[in-house]
């Protein structure tokens, strides 16, 4: 999916629960932290053609699509909002 996709879907998803704004940012950002890798590509387009190109977009795009990424970020969400169940579990 595309980020648009995610953070769209993030967000409608944190309005299915009774949270505040800030709670529902948490919720709608942690959605998007796994596009995050796709930033990689900046570096390596302005690096292609360099002696040591940058393939961080190559190498490592999709790898914050994990399990573990899925935890922290759920557990930052749970220690940074005031109903921290219900946000963590969300994110």
Same mark, same amino acid.
């Given at each position: 999916?595309?980020?648009?996709t995610?953070? +769209?879907?993030?967000?409608v998803? $944190?309005?299915? $629960?009774? &949270?505040? #704004?800030?709670? #529902?940012a948490?919720?709608? &950002?942690a *959605?998007?932290a796994? @596009? +995050? @890798?796709? =930033?990689g590509?900046?570096p390596? +387009?302005?690096? #292609?053609? !360099?002696s040591?190109?940058?393939?961080w977009? !190559?190498?490592? %795009?999709? !790898? &914050? %699509?994990?399990?573990v990424?899925a935890?922290?970020?759920?557990?930052? *969400?749970?220690? &940074?909002a005031?109903?921290?169940?219900?946000?963590g =579990?969300l994110?």
């Amino acid at each position: 999916m595309s980020p648009i996709t995610h953070f +769209l879907t993030g967000w409608v998803f $944190a309005n299915c $629960a009774k &949270l505040d #704004r800030q709670e #529902r940012a948490f919720v709608t &950002l942690a *959605s998007v932290a796994p @596009d +995050l @890798d796709g =930033l990689g590509i900046i570096p390596e +387009l302005l690096t #292609r053609n !360099s002696s040591h190109p940058l393939l961080w977009f !190559s190498r490592y %795009h999709h !790898s &914050l %699509h994990t399990l573990v990424f899925a935890l922290v970020i759920a557990a930052v *969400s749970f220690g &940074l909002a005031k109903q921290k169940w219900k946000t963590g =579990l969300l994110a």
